[in-house]
């Protein structure tokens, strides 16, 4: 039997649909490969600053959808201040970020994430929420950061 001169229908869908699930289960693996290294790279880096974290610095933070926040952070023997008083939610403290980079890398469409070399966190991530969508990138950005003695 040959299946290229076959103009049986329920063969050509059987075939198609087989075709169809090996390349869909190909995706999903390559997907998850991927995604699950980029995961542990999150949990990896995170775990470097925790246990690299410094007891007193300070850095300035950004984060930027629609409208952007600057938090100037001072963290002094483990206790975190702030140059203003700011809304719960627009103070950046670094967990956030790492927050952030979780949070993107399961729901975003594109991601890309710098790490500070020494200290691990996450010096700049860019999100782009949906590739169909305009204007729905976000950025978080740590800058300055600088430890105190």
Not at 23 to 31: D, K, P
Not at 84 to 91: S, T
Not at 123 to 148: G, R, S, T
């Amino acid at each position: 039997m040959q299946l290229s001169l076959s103009r049986n229908p329920y063969l050509i869908c059987i075939v198609l649909g087989a075709v169809t699930a090996i390349v869909f289960s190909f995706w999903v693996i390559a997907y998850h490969a991927i995604s699950g290294k980029t995961h542990d790279r999150v949990k990896k880096q995170q775990s470097i600053w925790l246990h690299k974290q410094p007891e007193s610095y300070s850095y300035t933070a950004y984060a930027g959808c629609m409208h952007t926040i600057i938090s100037k952070v001072l963290v002094v023997d483990g206790k975190t201040f702030f140059e203003k008083v700011a809304p719960e939610g627009d103070r950046l403290v670094i967990d956030k970020f790492f927050k952030a980079a979780s949070k993107g890398l399961y729901e975003a469409s594109s991601i890309e994430i710098k790490y500070h070399s020494e200290y691990g966190f996450p010096e700049l991530i860019e999100v782009d929420w949906n590739k169909h969508v305009i204007d729905d990138e976000c950025f978080y950005k740590i800058e300055n950061f600088k430890l105190i003695e």
